[in-house]
C-alpha cells in the first residue's frame, strides 16, 4: 500500500474568476423579475426590494423563512445548456434567481465564502428547482435544471452590486 | 408560521359603471410593477370573499402588462359572483387572482372569425386589441347584444375600420352562425363565446372542422401541478382523524391542502424530501427521487406519492 504522505502533492486553491452578467428582482410572488443595472445587498437581510428582503417578507416561500434565500445565483451556462441541451430557452429573467453569473462554478461553493462585487457572501445550499417555476413560466424546465439551479446565499457584508463586477474566491 | 402564498395581489385601481348591469375592473400592482403574463384571450380566478372565486376573460391585451381588465355583467339570479362585484368591490381596495390560464390560439395568416353574445366578447376584445397592436386586420368580429353594447371603447379602431359587425338583437334578427363560419371552412379560425344556444349553434356548425381551427371559450380549471393517474382511493389522516377520497384531478397533494394539512411542501416534484411523511397502510405508489428503497418501507413523498391501493393512511 502506497503511503500517502510520501506523495507531494500540490496545494488546492480555488483559481476561476466570474462576471455578474443580469441582476433582477421582484417585489412579490408570482410578478416578473425585473432587471436592475445594480442592487443594493444587506448584510443579513437580503436585497432591498426583493421578496424575500428579511422583514418585508411576500415571496412564494416566505413562509419557510431561510438564511439562503437572501441573495440567489444562477449561471450563464446553464441557460446556455438548456438551450443547446434541451432546445429550451430559458431568459434570465425567468430562472427568478437574482444575480446569474458567468464563469463562476456554484455547485463548488456549498459551504464557502466568496466576493460578489463588493460584498461577501456564503453559500449556504444548492437551489433546488420547482414546479411553481413551471407553472410561472409554462415551460418544462424542472427535470433539466435538477443540480444546476443555482445557489443560496446569505449575505455576510452588504454593498452595492452592479452589472459587470468580479465574482471570485476570499 | 407565516401562510403560504398562493395567489397574485393586486389592487383595484378603477372601477367603470358601463351602463348595461356591467361593469369594467382594472386591477395593477400596489408599485405598479409588470403582472404576470397571459395569452390573448386568457382568463383567471378572482378570489372574492371566503371562499368566493369566480373565473373572468380578460379584456386587455397581453403586451398591456402591468394591469388586468375584467368586465362583469351583473347576474341577479346568479351564483354571488357578480353581484358581489357590483356591490361591494370599490377602487383602491385589494384582491387576490390566480394566475391567467388559457387564451386563443390565433390564426397568424388565415382569418379569425369571431362570435360573441354579449358580455361573452371579452376574450375577443383581448384578441382584437393584440392583432390591433401588431398591424393585423385578419380577423372579423360578429356581436351580438340586446341593446346597446358596452365595451366598445376598447375596440373603437377596429369597429371604424368596419371589422366589427354589431347585432342588436331587441332591433334586428340574431345573425345565423353556420352561414356566417361557412364561408371560412377551408382556412381560418373560429371562435365563439356566447349563451348555450349560440355556442350549440356554433359547435353544429363546425363539428366537421379539425380541432385547432376552432376554439370554444370554456374556462378551463387550473392544471394540476401533480396530478394523479391511479384510480380514486381512500385517504386517512391517522393523527388528526380526517378522512377524504383522493380522485385523479385533484390528486394526493391537491386532497391534502383541501383538508387543510399544512404539509411542507417545497419543490413540488419530488425531489427535494420537504414534504417526507411516514405511511402505515398502502401500499403507496412512490414517483420521487428522494427515498431509499429502506426509506420507502414507512416514508412517502406526498408531492408526487399516490396509493396503489384502495386506502393510503397518512401518519398527518
Redesign the interface.
Known sequence: MMDATAIDEPEVTMSWQGVVRFLHKTPRAFLPMRSFPSLELVAGRGIEGDRYFAGQETGFYSHKPEEGRQVTLFEMETLEALQRDHKIELLPEEHRRNVTVEGVPLNHLVGRRFRLGEAIVEATRLSTPCRHIEEILGKSVFDPLINRSGLNCKIIAGGTLRVGDAVRPI | ?????K???TVVSKVEDLGNDTKRFTLV?Q?D?????FRAGAHMDVHLDQGLVRTYSLCNEPDD?RRYVIAVKREREGRGGSNFLHDRVEAGQPISVS?PRGGIALDQEGTNVFLAGGIGVTPFISAIRHLERRGRSNYVLHWTSRGRPVLTDMIAPAIGAGRVRLYDTTAQAKPVIAEIVGEFARCGLAACCGPAAMLKAFEDAVSAWPEKRKHIEMFTPP?A??RSDVPPYELYLSASQKLATVTPDVGLLGTLDALGVDV?V????G??GACRTRWTEGPPIHRD?VLSPAERQNELIVCVGDCAGQRLVLDL
Do not use: F, H, N, Q
Not at chain 2, 1 to 5: E, F, P, R, S
Not at chain 2, 33 to 37: A, Q, Y
Open positions: 408560521m407565516a401562510k403560504a402564498i395567489t397574485v395581489s400592482d408599485d410593477w409588470e403582472l404576470p403574463p402588462d394566475l392544471k401541478i401533480a411542507p417545497s419543490c413540488g416534484g425531489i427535494c427521487r
